[in-house]
């Protein structure tokens, strides 16, 4: 099941750069021109495509957002929680102490 839902977030992921990327630019800001009225050929207005566009970039970012939300919930639903304020605090392993009778110099 999650091969299915990655393999739909793959083709929905490029689905989404390609049609941003067939927007026309509002600003120019790249100097690439705005792509004016002749290069379509007079198959749909200017409004019509930013209109289909603007639809479809919608309804592909919402199926996008959808299937990445049930890739996180299908990941993290084994589990339990893994948080460390959950876990008791380790104990602290003590050194032992030194004995409290004469001990022997150090040797230099």
């Known amino acids: 099941m999650t091969a299915v839902i990655i393999v739909i977030h793959l083709i929905l992921a490029i689905a989404l ?3 941003i990327l067939l927007q026309r630019s509002e600003g120019g ?3 690439m021109g705005g792509g004016g ?3 379509m050929g007079g198959f749909m207005t200017g409004r019509a495509t930013a209109n289909l566009l603007t639809r479809a ?3 592909i970012a919402a199926l996008f957002m959808l299937t990445s939300l049930t ?3 299908l990941a993290g639903g084994d589990r339990e929680s893994r948080s460390i304020l959950d876990q008791p605090p ?3 392993e003590q050194e032992p102490a030194e ?6 110099p150090l040797a230099r």
Do not use: D, M, Q
């Open 57 to 59: 970039t919608a309804v």
């Open 17 to 19: 750069v390609g049609t």
């Open 37 to 39: 009225g002749g290069g």
């Open 71 to 73: 890739l996180a919930i």
């Open 90 to 92: 380790a104990a602290v």
């Open 99 to 104: 004995p409290e009778g004469p001990s022997a």
């Open 29 to 31: 800001g790249l100097g």
